[in-house]
T-cell receptor, first 113, second 111 residues
Framework: TQLLEQSPQFLSIQEGENLTVYCNSS?????LQWYRQEPGEGPVLLVT?????EVKKLKRLTFQFGDARKDSSLHITAAQPGDTGLYLC?????????????FGQGTILTVHP | NAGVTQTPKFQVLKTGQSMTLQCAQD?????MSWYRQDPGMGLRLIHY???????DQGEVPNGYNVSRSTTEDFPLRLLSAAPSQTSVYFC??????????FGSGTRLTVV
């Protein structure tokens, strides 16, 4: 069974601060996906990284996939109250299990004005 | 463009009752999955399908049944509801891209 450890579980910061969320595993994933979830809604895909060492930027969000494809990070620069939500990382399996996702526990981010 | 539609949005069951959670997608996606979400545990995979007629178990399949007779529909059946199955259930689908599209969820309470 593949496991993904996501940290921190809770993050409460002031508007304008920077933050980083981490996802770590002892398993290799074929892809690493990041989702954001609002209360009462399903997760919405933010980005997918598939190549070891890959870095993707989405406005103030920077996503990185570890060289060995076992870990990933999400960095938010100058956080805003609109960034508040649940952030989830998910590792995609390969081979005969392609399409299966393993989720981390999630990080609840609160950005105070 | 409906995406992934889940019904019902809320449901209360008594212990031992059975029910079916419906999921339909209109994007012609081959892959479909059911997850449950519990506080502090992220989303856990219940069952999974790579196409019509093909299903496989996920991490927490006990007490749940699925079938995939068409590409569009992937219902989840609770055989005999237990309080431990109180959760929020999400259906998701994906096509050739990596990312999944999720429905808005079914909040189930078993009393």
């Amino acid at each position: 069974t593949q496991l993904l450890e996501q940290s921190p579980q809770f993050l409460s910061i002031q508007e304008g601060e920077n933050l980083t969320v981490y996802c770590n595993s002892s398993s290799v994933f074929s892809s690493l996906q990041w989702y954001r979830q609002e209360p009462g809604e399903g997760p919405v895909l933010l980005v997918t990284v598939v190549t070891g060492g890959e870095v993707k930027k989405l406005k103030r969000l920077t996503f990185q996939f570890g060289d060995a494809r076992k870990d990933s990070s999400l960095h938010i620069t100058a956080a805003q109250p609109g960034d508040t939500g649940l952030y989830l990382c998910a590792g995609g399996a390969g081979g005969t299990s392609y399409g299966k996702l393993t989720f981390g526990q999630g990080t609840i981010l609160t950005v105070h004005p | 463009n409906a995406g992934v539609t889940q019904t019902p949005k809320f449901q209360v069951l008594k212990t031992g009752q059975s029910m079916t959670l419906q999921c339909a997608q209109d994007m012609n996606h081959e892959y479909m999955s059911w997850y449950r979400q519990d506080p502090g545990m992220g989303l856990r995979l219940i069952h999974y399908s790579v196409g019509a007629g093909i299903t496989d178990q996920g991490e927490v399949p006990n007490g749940y049944n699925v079938s995939r007779s068409t590409t569009e529909d992937f219902p989840l059946r609770l055989l005999s509801a237990a309080p431990s199955q109180t959760s929020v259930y999400f259906c998701a689908s994906k096509g050739t891209n990596y990312g999944y599209t999720f429905g808005s969820g079914t909040r189930l309470t078993v009393v």
